[in-house]
């Protein structure tokens, strides 16, 4: 009974990290605009959305990257986890 569970738990995790990947591309839109861009359910490099370093020791000085790519999840996927 509990590796059942463990694995619906997994299935949970791997399936909002997807979720995330694919609507960080559509972060912003309506779902009139979503609907009409047609990259529903592709993977899509974001608009808007940039990676960021915010190191242990130097909390609030943090780094700003580059534009997620493809496949990428969010924040919200890294504190889930």
Known sequence: MRRHKL???????????IGDALATPHT??????????RTA????PARTAMSYLIPVAELGFSEIGERLAAGQWTED???ML
């Open 7 to 17: 694995r619906k738990y997994i299935g949970c995790l791997i399936g909002a990290a």
């Open 28 to 37: 912003g839109l309506t779902p009139d605009q979503t609907a009409a861009s």
């Open 41 to 44: 359910g592709e993977f899509l």
């Open 77 to 79: 996927i890294q504190l």
